[in-house]
């Protein structure tokens, strides 16, 4: 019994140092990509990024535990992290052979998933609430010959522009625009444009599986816009 104890410390123990030694050496690379020594980043030592050569962390970036980020892309660069850009734990945001940019200064919340295949651009001052999904491609299903997996995707760019407040649970489809200071209520699904200053939110049909999509402003005034 000792002995196990002793070895789930020691294993514990190098565990933690391998990951503050890769945590140095992530932080020492995108100080020498961005040929910028004096940037400041603050990534998690469990984070993992796949091909980092592809990803860009702008000044400020925060990403926090447990996070993946994935930068493979057939562009120079997949993933782009704009300036005071924060992750919270846990997200998962791929580029999937597309782009992912954020211009910055968004926060994203925790169990997000972003998935960049047929683009994505996300504005400035963005708030993403934890477990939502920004989907830019779709699965084929018309044949019912071929199975869905082989049909292929079908890719559509979404847009989320400046000052939005997407709540928990959202889900965003592909060829989605969110236009500036809208906010989409918790648990919406998105598969329309939503114009700049609106309020929209999805609920359900009780006893039926329907789902209505309602647009309002509630009398706030937008008068006044970044």
Not at 36 to 58: A, T, Y
Not at 60 to 78: A, F, L, M, P, V
Not at 148 to 169: H, M, S
Not at 198 to 224: A, P, Q
């Amino acid at each position: 019994m000792l002995i196990k104890i002793i070895l789930r410390t020691c294993f514990c123990a190098i565990s933690k140092s391998f990951s503050i030694i890769r945590y140095n050496i992530l932080r020492f690379y995108y100080y020498v990509i961005t040929n910028n020594s004096s940037i400041r980043i603050d990534i998690h030592s469990s984070v993992e990024i796949r091909n980092p050569e592809k990803v860009r962390l702008g000044k400020n970036s925060i990403i926090k535990k447990g996070t993946i980020i994935n930068g493979r892309s057939n562009d120079e660069i997949g993933v782009y992290l704009g300036e005071d850009t924060y992750i919270k734990e846990y997200c998962y945001v791929d580029s999937y052979n597309g782009k992912i940019h954020f211009e910055g200064k968004s926060a994203i919340g925790q169990f997000c998933v972003i998935a960049g295949h047929g683009n994505i651009n996300i504005g400035k001052y963005v708030m993403i609430g934890a477990h939502s999904y920004i989907l830019s491609s779709n699965h084929k299903f018309k044949s019912l010959e071929i199975p869905y997996i082989f049909q292929g995707d079908t890719v559509k760019p979404v847009v989320i522009e400046d000052n939005v407040w997407i709540g928990g649970n959202v889900v965003i489809l592909s060829g989605v625009t969110i236009g500036k200071n809208s906010v989409i209520g918790a648990g919406s699904v998105v598969n329309r444009d939503i114009p700049p200053n609106t309020i929209y939110y999805t609920t359900r049909i009780e006893g039926k599986n329907e789902l209505i999509n309602h647009i309002d402003n509630y009398g706030v005034d937008f008068s006044k816009t970044l």
